[in-house]
Nanobody, 129 residues
Framework: EVRLVESGGDLVQAGGSLRLSCAAT?????????MGWFRQAPGKEREGVACFTGSDGETYYTDSVKGRFTIASDNAENTLYLQMNSLKPEDTAEYFC?????????????????????WGQGTQVTVSS
């Protein structure tokens, strides 16, 4: 059974940094799963923030976080990270980790909610102005 557990959310001032972690169990980071970070603010739809979208290590970042956020993985620890720098109040949201089985080989998964079937419970990030 795939299980994803996020951590690292906090209240931070604008301009600050946070690193979110997503500990995964039930599968290995061996190229058989696409992984990504999503966020949902109150009254808004869930949006893809940063994802590993392809078997060649391609990444996707939504425009509003480019240059500030970095997605990374520690395959030995089966953990996905999201380093968030220069945080802005508009980054305030519940952040979710997601995974989708791509069964290895050559693959592409868009960074969209319907593309991922396994989700964590979320971690809250609040950025004060």
């Amino acid at each position: 059974e795939v299980r994803l557990v996020e951590s690292g959310g906090d209240l931070v001032q604008a301009g600050g940094s946070l690193r979110l972690s997503c500990a995964a169990t039930g599968f290995f980071f061996d190229g058989s799963y696409a992984m990504g970070w999503f966020r949902q603010a109150p009254g808004k739809e869930r949006e893809g923030v940063a994802c590993f979208t392809g078997s060649d290590g391609e990444t996707y970042y939504t425009d509003s976080v480019k240059g500030r956020f970095t997605i990374a993985s520690d395959n030995a620890e089966n953990t996905l990270y999201l380093q968030m720098n220069s945080l802005k109040p508009e980054d305030t949201a519940e952040y979710f980790c997601a995974a989708e089985n791509v069964q290895g080989g050559s693959w592409f998964v868009p960074c969209t909610s319907p593309s991922f079937r396994s989700w964590g419970q979320g971690t809250q990030v609040t950025v004060s102005s």
